[in-house]
């Protein structure tokens, strides 16, 4: 499958037109298709436009795509693996965006996305999960001891204050209280031999004001119940999250 050899950028609505042409079902994950009404004349139009634009450098010829923006799409659409994420940045919504890796076979393709611009570029298959990390804003890890809660006692009014977990509980009561700068949901998703897409829940990445950056998730606590998990944000910390998250799926 040659998939693009470099990165292209084009405007998010053009990037929505040639995948509409193309016929590949619901665009990727991180990029919302919002609906609006738009008469067929303006349509085509915004057709024509987007192809002249992606003609110019070369990615698009006779009103068609080229081979190679062609198979990034496909890879895009049947993607094997995937690790995504929104970032959310509160108040300053412009700052706001996300990001997909997607792996198939030997080929895997970065797309970077705010409200304007849809950004592909290869990478390496090899460690998904690194590819989009490296992409997220920069902050530095919290530093903090690894904390974990049962769900159900962080959740209770009535939880014991000697109890084994009431310190950690506390620790991580004032932690969700802070204030954050951002918040970065990251998922995990894989496809099966029969086309059917299935994802994680989220893992969080949050960075707090004066903090740093911490990683938060649930997972079973071998009691039938959900246990909350927090990390200092490392590098290696998220990455080895979304490596873990992506083999329990396959």
Not at 15 to 28: M, N, R
Not at 67 to 73: N, V
Not at 77 to 85: D, G, I, K, Q
Not at 185 to 207: K, N, Y
Request: aromatic letters at 6%.
């Amino acid at each position: 499958m040659p998939i693009l050899e470099r990165p292209i950028r084009m405007p998010r609505l053009a990037f929505l037109a040639v995948w509409g042409h193309e016929k590949l079902g619901d665009p990727p994950v991180v990029v919302e298709h919002a609906p609006m009404f738009m008469t067929d004349e303006f349509a085509d139009e915004l057709r024509v436009q987007s192809f002249g634009l992606l003609a110019r450098f070369g990615l698009a010829a006779s009103g068609a795509p080229s081979p190679r923006l062609r198979d990034t799409l496909g890879l895009l659409a049947e993607a094997r693996r995937e690790v995504y994420s929104w970032s959310d940045f509160g108040a300053r919504r412009g700052d706001n965006g996300a990001i997909l890796v997607a792996a198939a076979g030997r080929e895997a393709v970065r797309l970077v996305t705010d409200s304007r611009s849809v950004q592909l570029e290869p990478v390496s298959p090899r460690d998904i999960g690194g590819r989009l990390v490296d992409l997220l804003p920069g902050c530095d890890p919290a530093k903090l001891r690894p904390l974990k809660v049962p769900r159900d006692y962080y959740d209770s009014a009535a939880a014991d204050p000697l109890a084994e977990s009431s310190a950690s509980a506390d620790e991580l009561r004032h932690l969700m209280r802070a204030r954050r700068d951002a918040v970065h949901l990251m998922h995990a998703a894989v496809r099966g031999q029969d086309g059917s897409r299935t994802h994680s829940t989220p893992l969080s990445a949050i960075d707090l004001a004066g903090r740093g950056r911490v990683l938060s998730f649930l997972s079973p606590d071998g009691a039938g119940g959900l246990q909350i998990n927090v990390y200092s944000g490392t590098r290696t910390h998220l990455v080895d999250a979304l490596t873990l998250t992506l083999a329990e799926l396959a």
